[in-house]
C-alpha cells in the first residue's frame, strides 16, 4: 500500500472514531449491557449463595470503611488499590477493549473510579495487538487525575497492589465498545490503566469504576447518567439490565406491572471520599412503626480518621447497618414475627433467624420493611430481606450490622429500576420486575 493510501486510511478511522464523539455530544449517546452476578454459575443454593455472599460483603464494607485510613483526599489509585482487596463480584459487565476490540467481562464497581484491566498476559487484553492503545503522557490532565503516579520516561505509570504484590500500571487511552447486538457503541480515547498482572482469583479481566470520580467511565463518557435492573437471584438465574446515557430512564419500565412512583433523592458528598455514593438516610419502618433510631447514626462524619454515612454500592450484596440501626431492626423483627429465634452460631452470617412453628403451619405475618431516605421511601419486598433457610428451617433476616458505615446493598436493590444522575445528583427509583425488563 502505498504511503498515501495509509495517510487516508488513517484519517477515515479517524473520522470514524469522531462521529461516536459527535453522538455522545449531541446527547445521542447511550447503550445497554448485561450484567451477570460472578457466582451464576457456581451452582449455589440461594442459602449457599447468600452465606458466600456474606462474607463476601463483610470484606468488601471493612474496605470500604479502610477508606477512611488513606490519606485524604483518597485518589483514584488509593481507592482502587484498597477496594480490588475485597472485589470478589458482585455484577460483570461485558465489554471489549481496541481495535479490534476482544471482550472481556469486568466487575461492575460503583465505589471507585478506575477502569483497568489486566495486560500481562495475551489470555487478556495485549496492547501490542491494539491498532488504537495510546500510553498517557505525565504531563495529561488525565494523568494528574490520578494523585501521586510517577513517571517512567515521561509516561503516566503507578504500582498497582493486587494480594500480595506489587504490579505496574500504565495509564492509557484505547477505544471500549460497549452494549449488546443491538446497542453498540464505539468510543475512542477512553483512560485506563493497563496493569502487569495475571490472576485467575478475579472473576474478571479487571474493574470498570462507575464512582463519581473524573477517571470513572460513567464521567468520561460525557452523559453521565446510568441506570440498573437486578434480577432476583431466587428465579433461574436471569441477567440483569445496565442502561447508559439517553437508555438511562425509568420509563423503560412497565409502570403497569410494576407498580409505585418514581422516588428520588439527592446525593450526599464526602469532599474526601469524592467517588463515593452516598444517601441521605432518615430513618426505618418495621411493619409500618417508624423505629426509634438517632438519625445521627447515620450522619456523615469525618472525625478522628474514621468516617461514617450511607453509601449505596454493587459489589457488596447484603446490607448492612450501623449496629446502633440494625439492633432496632432486629428488636422490631423479634417482637413483631412472634416466632422463637433460633440460636445461630455464625455470627459472620445471617444471626437474625426464627424458626418457623412446628406442622401444622399457621400463616406467618412478614412485617413490611422500609428505608426512609430524604424526598424517597423504599418499600423493600419481602424477597429483598426475608429468606427461608431450607437445611435450619430457619426464616431469616437478609441484612447485617456494621460499624461506622451503612452500606446498602446488592441484594437489596433487587427489583428496583435504579437511576443515578450525576448531573443532577440525584438517585431515583421504581419497583420493577427487572427478569422482564
Ligand atoms: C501471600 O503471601 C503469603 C506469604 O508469602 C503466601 O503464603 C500466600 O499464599 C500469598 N497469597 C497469595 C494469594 O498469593
Ligand atoms: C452478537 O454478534 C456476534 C457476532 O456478530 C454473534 O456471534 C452473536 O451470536 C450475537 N449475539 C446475539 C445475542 O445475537
Ligand atoms: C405493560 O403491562 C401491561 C399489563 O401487564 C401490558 O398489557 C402492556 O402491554 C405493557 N406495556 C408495555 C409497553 O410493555
Ligand atoms: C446457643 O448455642 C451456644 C453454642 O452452641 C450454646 O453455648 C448456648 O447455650 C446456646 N444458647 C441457647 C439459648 O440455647
Ligand atoms: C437530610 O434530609 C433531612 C430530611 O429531609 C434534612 O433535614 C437534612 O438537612 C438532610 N441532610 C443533609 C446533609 O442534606
Known amino acids: 500500500m502505498s504511503r498515501l493510501a495509509v495517510f487516508l486510511l488513517f484519517l477515515l478511522q479517524l473520522q470514524l472514531q469522531h462521529s461516536s464523539v459527535v453522538r455522545a455530544a449531541n446527547g445521542d449517546f447511550g447503550f445497554t449491557a448485561t450484567l451477570r452476578r460472578a457466582d451464576a454459575n457456581m451452582g449455589y443454593t440461594e442459602v449457599e449463595r447468600l452465606g458466600h455472599a456474606f462474607k463476601r460483603t463483610k470484606a468488601r464494607v471493612a474496605a470500604l470503611q479502610s477508606l477512611a485510613t488513606a490519606p485524604p483526599p483518597t485518589s483514584a489509585v488509593t481507592e482502587a488499590r484498597i477496594l480490588v482487596r475485597a472485589s470478589a463480584g458482585e455484577y460483570l459487565m461485558d465489554l471489549g477493549i481496541g481495535t479490534p476490540p476482544r471482550f472481556f ?47 517512567v520516561k515521561s509516561m503516566c505509570e503507578f504500582d ?18 460497549f452494549g449488546t447486538n443491538t446497542t453498540r457503541v464505539t468510543v475512542p480515547s477512553i483512560a485506563f490503566a493497563c496493569v502487569d498482572l495475571t490472576t485467575s482469583l478475579l472473576p474478571g479481566s479487571g474493574m470498570v469504576g462507575f464512582g463519581r470520580g473524573s477517571l470513572s467511565l460513567v464521567r468520561q463518557l460525557g452523559s453521565p447518567r446510568f441506570s440498573y435492573c437486578l434480577a432476583p437471584s431466587r428465579s433461574p438465574p436471569t441477567p440483569s439490565r445496565l442502561y447508559f446515557g439517553e437508555y438511562a430512564t425509568l420509563q423503560t419500565t412497565n409502570m403497569s406491572s410494576g407498580g409505585g412512583p418514581v422516588q428520588s433523592t439527592p446525593f450526599l458528598t464526602d469532599p474526601e471520599r469524592p467517588s463515593l455514593y452516598f444517601l441521605n438516610m432518615t430513618g426505618i419502618s418495621v ?7 438517632d438519625p445521627s447514626v ?25 449496629r446502633p440501626a440494625y439492633d432496632a431492626v432486629r428488636a422490631a423483627f423479634v417482637s413483631q414475627i412472634k416466632l422463637p429465634l433460633l440460636n445461630v452460631t455464625s455470627p459472620d452470617g445471617m444471626n437474625t433467624c426464627f424458626m418457623w412453628p412446628p406442622p401444622p403451619r399457621k400463616s406467618v405475618t412478614l412485617p413490611q420493611l422500609v428505608f426512609h431516605f430524604d424526598g424517597a421511601d423504599m418499600e423493600l419486598p419481602f424477597d429483598n430481606y426475608m429468606m427461608v ?8 433476616l437478609v441484612m447485617g450490622p456494621a460499624g461506622d458505615v451503612t452500606v446498602i446493598g446488592s441484594f437489596q436493590q433487587q427489583n428496583f429500576h435504579m437511576l443515578y444522575d450525576l448531573k443532577n445528583s440525584l438517585l431515583s427509583f421504581v419497583p420493577a420486575p427487572c427478569n422482564l425488563v
Open 105 to 151: 467481562t469486568a466487575i461492575l464497581d460503583t465505589a471507585h473510579d478506575l477502569i483497568w484491566t489486566q495486560c500481562a498476559s495475551s489470555q487478556y487484553f495485549d496492547p501490542a495487538r491494539s491498532a488504537t492503545y495510546s500510553p498517557l503522557p505525565c504531563s495529561s490532565p488525565t494523568c494528574g487525575g490520578l494523585g501521586f503516579p510517577s513517571c
Open 160 to 177: 498497582y497492589f493486587y494480594v500480595n504484590s506489587t504490579k505496574h500500571a500504565v495509564l492509557a487511552t484505547e477505544t471500549f465498545t
Open 287 to 293: 411493619g409500618g412503626h417508624r423505629l426509634p433510631i
Open 298 to 322: 447515620f450522619a456523615m462524619d469525618q472525625d478522628n480518621g474514621f468516617f461514617s454515612g450511607v453509601i449505596i454500592d454493587t459489589v457488596a450484596t447484603i446490607t448492612h447497618l450501623v
Open 389 to 396: 433457610d431450607d437445611k435450619s428451617g430457619g426464616l431469616c
